[in-house]
């Protein structure tokens, strides 16, 4: 995370991160070729599997622009948002429509606000 913080800050990168102990799901939102840059390095990473991207397109607005990379787990607290946007009681990013992730990590933002 922090060496993610550090190169996004430098690259006009921003974004959120949320993870349980089987998965990883991320929006980075930035400037195009800087995006294409951090996504061809995290493909090519063989700590990585299964990457898959859920959604590109272009932005009116960010909506993590106050983050170079925000980020938030499962708890108690928030297990209803993420319930919200889930089919299933695990959080299983694979299994989330890309509308659903975006609100699922919208919401989970605010609660860092
Ligand atoms: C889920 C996940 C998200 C990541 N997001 C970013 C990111 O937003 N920006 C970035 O520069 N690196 C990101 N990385 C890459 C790691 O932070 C990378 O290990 C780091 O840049 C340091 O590189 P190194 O481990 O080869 O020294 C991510 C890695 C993982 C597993």
Redesign the pocket.
Known sequence: ????????AA?G?T?M?T?NKDY?L?T?EGPRAEINR?LY??IT?P??HDLQVIETRELKHRAWSKW??NYASPTEKNAAIYLKYSTTIDFNPYLLSAEAAYNLMNELSDQHD
Do not use: C, E, Y
């Open positions: 995370m922090q060496q993610a913080q550090v190169n996004n690259n990168i974004g991160l993870f990883f991320q980075i951090l390095s995290l990473d700590r990585h170079s990379m």
